[in-house]
């Protein structure tokens, strides 16, 4: 580094002695004082060559220099448009997808236990008809509500149940049911009868023609009238009658009606007063004929009517 200024002061020098006519000479160092002009130029002229390599030594450094000045800053451009591009991509993208909770469990209805009911106290019950007569089997009936029934024991019951003996009953019967022994009374009364409990005339009875039929009638003061029709076993009558108790308001008679079996006995137990929307029924135990004892009620008497009908209990 030293030779090159020392070069370089040497050449300032002579340019300035060869400009500078009258001026004072300039006094050289030691060292080029004894310097041919050749060797002056030598060393200028090598001196010149190495400023020119060191120029462009200089310019290719700075040429270097400026491509990777270049190159930062195509490096910082690079970098600041990946980072606009992760923001633009990060700003754009949708948000994470987030599940949504699980419902709350919610068990399974039970019903509470309902335990069953507890099986019934043991008990029993009976059935008779209300109306038997002497030579025709009756049949009753006993049920055990749960269990097994015993063989009944009856109280104030016909002796023999297939020929009963006339008479009126209040009937109880005992019998186990189960594992227990219990009681129970028949319902209402029973009242058996013989062929000759009753009188039928044998004249002056009407006969109805027709099931169906309206039939008028007439009853004197404290008279009697009689009507008839045949039945058949286990067949269902129904009778019906208008009067002045019970019926359309046209008539004058307020009448009772009484049921009797042809030679055995009666099928009701008592006087029958309302036949108009209660109609005496008649379930036929035999293959026989029905016979209706008509009277009236103290001065009630006049006009009614009367009519049957069979397995229809609808009032013609």
Not at 136 to 156: D, K
Not at 295 to 311: C, W
Request: proline share 9%; aromatic share 12%; with cysteine.
């Amino acid at each position: 580094m030293r030779s090159i200024f020392c070069l370089l002061f040497v050449i300032l020098a002579l340019i300035f002695a060869c400009t500078s006519d009258g001026y004072d000479t300039i006094v050289l160092p030691a060292s080029l004082q004894y310097m041919s002009s050749s060797e002056v130029s030598s060393s200028s002229y090598a001196y010149s060559s190495s400023l020119e390599e060191q120029s462009s030594s200089s310019e290719e450094f700075s040429s270097s220099s400026e491509e990777q000045s270049s190159s930062s800053e195509e490096f910082s451009s690079s970098s600041e448009e990946l980072s606009s591009s992760s923001e633009i991509s990060s700003s754009s993208s949708s948000p994470p997808y987030i599940p949504p909770p699980d419902p709350p469990y919610v068990p399974p209805y039970v019903p509470p236990y309902v335990p069953p009911p507890p099986p019934p106290t043991p008990s029993i019950s009976c059935s008779v008809p209300n109306i038997g007569y002497e030579g025709t089997a009756i049949t009753p009936t006993v049920t055990c509500n749960n269990g097994t029934l015993g063989t009944p024991t009856w109280t104030n019951a016909p002796a023999d149940w297939n020929n009963p003996t006339p008479g009126t009953y209040t009937i109880s019967v005992e019998a186990t049911c189960g594992s227990l022994t219990r009681t129970a009374t028949c319902n209402g009364t029973l009242r058996t009868y013989s062929a000759s409990s009753v009188t039928i005339p044998t004249n002056g009875v009407i006969l109805f023609n027709t099931a169906g039929a309206w039939v008028n009638g007439n009853i004197e003061q404290d008279g009697v009238l009689w009507y008839k029709f045949n039945v058949e076993k286990d067949e269902t009558y129904y009778v019906w009658w208008n009067d002045k108790d019970a019926g359309d308001d046209s008539q004058q008679a307020d009448i009772y009606v009484e049921a009797y079996y042809a030679n055995r006995g009666p099928i009701t137990n008592d006087k029958l007063d309302r036949g108009w929307d209660n109609p005496l029924k008649i379930e036929s135990l035999f293959n026989s004929t029905v016979y209706l004892k008509i009277t009236h009620y103290e001065n009630d008497f006049g006009s009614f009517r009367i009519v049957y009908k069979i397995d229809d209990d609808e009032r013609p």
